[in-house]
């Protein structure tokens, strides 16, 4: 082939044409295609970048939160220990206290029980002892022992202090002059009359006296004058030692 200037001239053209062209509709595309491209990597580097801090960042937080938390945790099994043991000591004390009531209570119980029974045993060993004076002294009463008992009575009323005296014939004033007298045996005329003049000198004025016999009094004399009342059998001590014991238990 042969090559002349003209030729050579358009070959050139036609290269700068080509060139053109490919700068023109392919380089330029591909140069701005690999361009944002790499904006896009960028972009994505930084994001991923970005990414990776804050991940470091919340790694950081989440140690240190998971450290605050262990620490917090901690604290928190102590105090629910402590509160435990707290609640423990508290129910073991309420539990000592409750059982030391039980313990009071089952003494004062049995304290109780045996003042009981031992008022028990005593008013049946004071009826025992009762009932065994009563039938010993039924057993020693008689016209005898009747007469000491009347005569001991008439020696009290001769050493009634002046007050006694006083009180009895105040006491009598507002009464009828009668006497109410119960004995266990008959009484003969002259004691009948020796014990209505003592009465009268007793209440300072004449006194009727109306003569009983009593069976029961075992021994002695019961003698009811106005409000006052005067006793010197053996039934009635036997009640008076009786009701003593009992007032003393």
């Known amino acids: 082939m042969e090559l002349n200037g003209s030729t050579f001239l358009l070959e050139i053209l036609n290269f700068l044409v080509l060139m053109w062209i490919l700068k023109r509709f392919l380089y330029k595309p591909v140069l ?75 003494r004062v119980l049995d304290e109780k029980h045996r003042a009981d029974a031992l008022r028990k045993y005593e008013a049946l060993a004071l009826a025992q002892g009762t009932r065994f004076v009563t039938r010993l002294l039924a057993s020693l009463a008689g016209p005898e022992l009747d007469i000491r008992l009347f005569d001991l009575a008439l020696r009290q009323w001769d050493t009634l202090p002046e007050e006694r005296l006083n009180a009895i014939r105040l006491a009598c004033e507002e009464t009828p002059e009668e006497a109410e007298v119960v004995t266990a045996y008959p009484l003969d005329a002259g004691r009948r009359r020796l014990l209505q003049e003592k009465l009268g000198s007793l209440s300072g004025m004449p006194v009727v006296c109306h003569f009983a016999e009593e069976a029961a009094l075992l021994a002695g004399l019961r003698v009811t004058l106005g409000p006052w009342v005067f006793q010197a059998n053996l039934q009635d001590e036997l009640k008076s030692f009786a009701a003593s014991a009992h007032e003393s238990d």
Not at 47 to 60: D, G, H, P
Not at 64 to 70: T, V
Not at 91 to 106: D, F, T, Y
């Open 32 to 106: 701005e295609t690999i361009a944002r491209r790499r904006a896009e990597v960028e972009r994505t580097l930084s994001s991923a970048r970005a990414a990776q801090a804050e991940a470091a960042a919340l790694q950081i937080e989440y140690d240190s939160r998971l450290g605050q938390w262990s620490v917090e945790r901690e604290a928190a099994r102590e105090g629910l220990r402590r509160e435990i043991a707290e609640e423990r000591q508290r129910l073991l004390a309420a539990v000592e206290q409750e059982l030391e009531r039980e313990r009071e209570k089952a």
